[in-house]
Every structure is written in C-alpha cells, then in structure tokens.
C-alpha cells in the first residue's frame, strides 16, 4: 500500500441498509477524516480523527458514525442509508512533515436507491 | 458563518496564463491551500500559504493577502491536462479545513 486506499470504488445500496466504508492509510499519520462531495459544493466534513481512539463531528455528522482503533484504518458506517446520502466519499489523512496538509484516499462512489 | 467565494467555470486558452481568485470569511486563518482535483478522481495538493505574499512552484504560483480575505492560483504556459477544478481551502481557529465549491477550469486548444 502506497498512500490512502478506500474501499468499495463504487457501491449501490438501496435504502434502510447498512454499509461500511473503508479507509486505510499507510503514511502513519494521526490525524484522518471522512468528507463528501456533492455537485456544487464544497467538501464536506462528516467525522474526523485527530489520533487513534478519539473521534469527532464535522459540518454534517447525522447518519454516519466512525471509529479509529488504530492509526491506519478509519471505517465510515451509515446504519440505515438514506437517498441523501448518495455522494462521493473521500477519506484523507494529514500529519507528515507538513503536518496540516491533507492527502486524499481515490473516493467512493455511493448511490442510495 | 464561515464562507469561501471562488469563479463557478473558467476558460482559458493553451499556453495562456489564467488567475483563480478565492476570497474568505473564516473564524481565524492558520493556512490556505490550494487543490486540484481532476473529473472523477481526488483532489491532490498544489499549494500552501500562511503568510503573505507569492509562493512560486514551477508553472503554478500562489498569492496570499491575509488583511484582505484574499488568495489566487496563477497557472502559467497552460497544458490541456491542466483542465481540472481548483479547490481553495483555509484552515480555521480549530485546524479544520473550510472548503470552497471549487472552480471548473477549461482549456482550450
């Protein structure tokens, strides 16, 4: 592994299901986030981590929840998924050298049916 | 509330120079960055800026005015692979990152 990797690419869910999202990181980074995108606006900031085993709400917390047991991995879970939650999904890391730049995982491309 | 103001689109024309402005509102400034992130895939880092002045990184260079709110991505020579949207982000009081709704670049031959 080389960088973030996320997991699925791409997923179709129909409404009322769970689905977790993965996100792996390799870089050693403590700090991690989850953030959606959708059309016309900015990065959204769901969850983040400052370090493994703390976990807090960013801008649009409700129907996700997150958990950091290490310092590589950092799932994002929707308990029962919602058409709203149809977005790209980017998980990032920061904490290297330059220590607030952010490095972004290729996305996951989520549609709820 | 916090806010980040960038262009929607942009045209420009290959080997043409084209200046992205991004103005902010933040509750305090620790950092602009600038980001490019190309159709379908995820944004990557371009630039950092915490003081004042013009950061230069080959073809691309980066302003900052922090008494004024204000940034702009300057992208000189333009290439066809530089069609991509541009994300200015500040970092806050609190170390996150406010994004903007980025601006879509289209270059032209």
């Known amino acids: 592994i080389a960088g973030i990797t996320q997991a699925p690419t791409s997923q179709i869910l129909a409404a009322g299901r769970r689905m977790t999202l993965r996100c792996t990181q390799d870089?050693?980074?403590?700090?991690m986030y989850w953030y959606r995108q959708d059309l016309g606006l900015g990065l959204r900031l769901i969850h983040y981590s400052n370090t493994a085993g703390t976990t807090g709400k960013g801008e649009v917390p409700d129907g996700y929840s997150v958990s950091r047991a290490n310092t590589d991995d950092f799932p994002l879970t929707l308990a029962s998924a919602v058409p709203s939650q149809t977005s790209v999904y980017f998980c990032a890391s920061s904490g290297g050298p330059d220590t607030d730049t952010q490095y972004f995982g290729p996305g996951t491309r989520l549609t709820v049916l | 509330g916090q806010n980040i103001d960038q262009p929607t689109e942009m045209t420009a024309t290959e080997g043409a120079i084209v200046q992205i402005n991004c103005t902010y509102q933040?509750?305090?400034?620790?950092?602009l960055f600038w980001y490019q992130q190309h159709a379908g895939e995820a944004p990557t880092f371009l630039s950092y800026?915490?003081l004042d002045g013009l950061e230069e990184k080959g073809r691309f260079s980066s302003f900052l005015s922090r008494s004024k709110g204000y940034s702009y991505l300057l992208l000189k020579e333009l290439q066809m692979k530089d069609s991509a949207s541009y994300l200015c982000a500040v970092l806050d009081s609190n170390y996150q990152l406010i994004w903007g709704a980025g601006t879509k670049l289209i270059i032209k031959p």
């Open positions: 933040t509750s305090g400034f620790n950092g």
């Open positions: 870089m050693r980074h403590n700090a």
């Open positions: 800026n915490v």
